[in-house]
């Protein structure tokens, strides 16, 4: 899998948008974007995910460059309960590949 | 749906003796499963990999003899630690896949710290 890189921690005001960015730099034509993110001492949560166009859902925004080389996960309006750890993963969509977790960014959402 | 749920949430054992941790998918079936290890402040690493009815691949470094895995059906896999040390002391975190919209989807359970005293 591509290696990411992450910011080791952010803050952002409760209310505001939380912008996590994410540099891929080695990302090949069929591998996607995952986010997921980790509350203390639970187990990942699935956010979402994207290969080369920006998605939405519930929960989040992911923005991809045109290069693919980077990306930013958008939580649209933070809430003290997002206080968590993001991991940006690459993964190949061939088979059932594992998820390889690097070390994230600690979101803390200041009240 | 997608929920993955992990028995027990938390267990203390006594070095030596043998700890088994369930995974299961209550919705949906799993062809795979996946056994993490967090240690404290550290990212999740992947310790093996398990395929309904096929022996568990595991990880560089992860030893097969004392970390066994069973995967008897598709809804469940299980942990077995034995003859645990201290130094197995850690959150295990197992997630299942399931094919969803064209792409394997993994779903995590909440996890099971474990104590060795």
């Known amino acids: 899998d591509a290696k990411t890189t992450q910011p080791t921690s952010m803050d952002c005001a409760e209310g505001r948008a939380a912008n996590l960015p994410c540099n891929h730099s080695?990302?090949?034509?069929?591998?996607?974007v995952y986010w997921y993110r980790q509350i203390h001492s639970q187990g990942p949560q699935y956010i979402i995910h994207g290969l080369k166009n920006n998605e939405t859902n519930e929960m989040a925004s992911l923005i991809i460059t045109e290069d693919r080389k980077s990306s930013t996960l958008i939580l649209p309006h933070a809430t003290l309960r997002d206080t968590a750890v993001y991991y940006c993963?690459?993964?190949?969509?061939?088979?059932?590949?594992?998820?390889?977790f690097g070390t994230g960014t600690r979101l803390t959402i200041i009240p | 749906g997608a929920v993955v749920s992990q028995h027990p949430s938390w267990v203390i054992c006594k070095s030596g003796t043998s700890v088994k941790i369930e995974c299961r998918s209550l919705d949906f079936q799993a062809t795979t499963m996946f056994w993490y290890r967090q240690f404290p402040k550290q990212s999740l690493m992947l310790m093996a990999t398990?395929?309904?009815?096929?022996?568990?691949?595991?990880e560089q470094g992860v030893e097969k003899d004392k970390f066994l895995i069973n995967h008897a059906s598709l809804t469940l896999s299980t942990l077995t630690v034995t003859s645990a040390h201290p130094e197995d002391s850690s959150f295990y975190i197992c997630?299942?896949?399931?094919?969803?919209?064209?792409?394997?989807?993994?779903?995590f359970g909440p996890g099971t710290r474990l104590t060795v005293t």
């Open positions: 080695t990302i090949s034509g069929n591998e996607y």
């Open positions: 997630s299942a896949s399931r094919l969803g919209r064209g792409l394997y989807e993994q779903y």
């Open positions: 993963i690459v993964r190949a969509n061939f088979g059932n590949e594992k998820l390889t």
């Open positions: 398990s395929n309904e009815g096929s022996k568990a691949t595991y």
